[in-house]
């Protein structure tokens, strides 16, 4: 064998070990993929708004058609009205207007020049509404307003809107008259429960009967909405950690349960009763209870007095006697105010400046009237509450 074939032989003897070699050869492992995956982070606004959640007991709470949300607000007379803009002539709106217990000035949204939704509000001089005026003050950090409602006070406004403090769609805002700029305040937003991610709107005091509501689309399919109803709380208050879970005050926050807020059920109770005599006393009474319910007065949530008999504290007693001739005076008042309108839309141009210059003095009268009657109601409260505790 020459040497050549010897190279050969050795060659091709050594070609499969060199490539079972090959084949036993490890292969690098590929190390997995780590996705991380950030959680996302919440709003801290949403987060100290719910630490802050208002302490409220809501007593009921009814899902409607929106369109029909509003004829389940049940309201004394003398807390104003709510209505839709097709419900109420003079003025060109296509929302919902808030009334005040005069009757004499409107509040309600619209467009404004430049298409964007603000809320504006007019006064009635006669029978005729005055040109609508944009409110002053309302546009810091808001966008476009609407759903108003004036307090009793006519300082103290609610009213929802869209903007860089809102958390969700239309929040709930409040603001107060400043008369020294004649402007109102930066308005705030009253936060949690009232609030969500959703569209809320449409507050309502009824500081008579201290019950309130609110709407929310929270949690409802399209058309439809929840109308709350709850007790006014004197004082605002937050829940307390140290006393509830943060789960619990975020159930709260989102009123997962009504029932949670109503603790014993006593106040509820009390306030379905208030509820229930609004309801009546402004349901076309007859003789008989207008003169009962003229002559009510709530003292708390569990007592209601008609008669100078049922007090224990004479000075009570008085300020309630003074109570009625009040309220018998505003009755005569308004009845007379009425009569002067109507002879209003009938007179002539000396006529009716005549009755202009009457129908201006006794409607200051009569608003003269109800402030001292509230102060009364309030004196009254306060006596015989102190000497039946």
């Not at 708004?49 to 949300?69: A, G, L, Y």
């Not at 008669?307 to 505003?330: I, W």
């Not at 839309?345 to 202009?356: C, H, K, W």
């Amino acid at each position: 064998m020459t040497v050549r074939q010897f190279a050969i032989l050795s060659l091709a003897l050594l070609l499969p070990l060199s490539l079972n070699a090959q084949k036993k050869k490890k292969r690098p492992v590929k190390k997995p993929v780590v996705v991380v995956v950030e959680e996302p982070q919440e709003d801290p606004r949403i987060t100290n708004m719910r630490e802050m959640t208002q302490q409220i007991v809501i007593i009921d709470s009814i899902v409607t058609d929106k369109s029909q949300f509003l004829s389940h607000y049940v309201l004394s007379s003398e807390t104003g009205k709510i209505m839709t803009a097709s419900q109420f002539k003079g003025i060109k709106a296509d929302g919902y207007i808030y009334l005040n217990e005069m009757g004499n000035k409107a509040y309600f949204g619209k467009a404004d020049k430049n298409g964007i939704r603000q809320i504006f509000t007019s006064d009635k001089l006669g029978d005729r509404w005055g040109e609508p005026i944009l409110m002053n003050g309302l546009s810091e950090g808001i966008d476009e307003a609407d759903y108003p409602f004036m307090m009793n006070d006519g300082i103290t406004f609610y009213f929802a809107a869209r903007g860089e403090e809102s958390i969700g769609g239309y929040d709930i805002f409040f603001t107060r008259y400043d008369s020294r700029s004649g402007a109102f305040l930066k308005p705030e937003n009253i936060g949690m429960p009232f609030n969500s991610e959703a569209n809320d709107y449409m507050y309502a005091a009824d500081e008579q009967s201290g019950i309130g509501y609110f709407v929310s689309d929270r949690r409802q399919p399209e058309g439809k909405v929840c109308v709350y109803i709850f007790i006014l709380p004197e004082t605002r208050r937050s829940y307390d950690p140290s006393r509830f879970t943060e789960q619990q005050i975020r159930d709260f926050a989102d009123i997962t349960r009504i029932a949670d807020t109503w603790g014993n059920g006593s106040e509820r109770r009390a306030a379905l009763e208030r509820l229930k005599a609004v309801f009546t006393n402004d349901s076309q009474p007859t003789a008989d209870n207008a003169t009962e319910a003229n002559t009510a007065i709530v003292i708390n949530d569990r007592l209601t007095y008609s008669s100078v008999r049922d007090f224990r504290s004479p000075t009570a007693a008085n300020h309630y006697r003074e109570l009625l001739k009040a309220r018998e005076r505003l009755s005569t008042l308004e009845a007379d105010l009425q009569k002067s309108r109507d002879r209003y839309v009938r007179a002539d141009e000396n006529g009716r400046s005549l009755l202009r210059d009457i129908i201006l003095h006794n409607e200051e009268q009569s608003l003269t009237l109800r402030n001292n009657i509230r102060s009364l109601e309030k004196q009254i409260r306060n006596e015989e509450n102190n000497i039946i505790k």
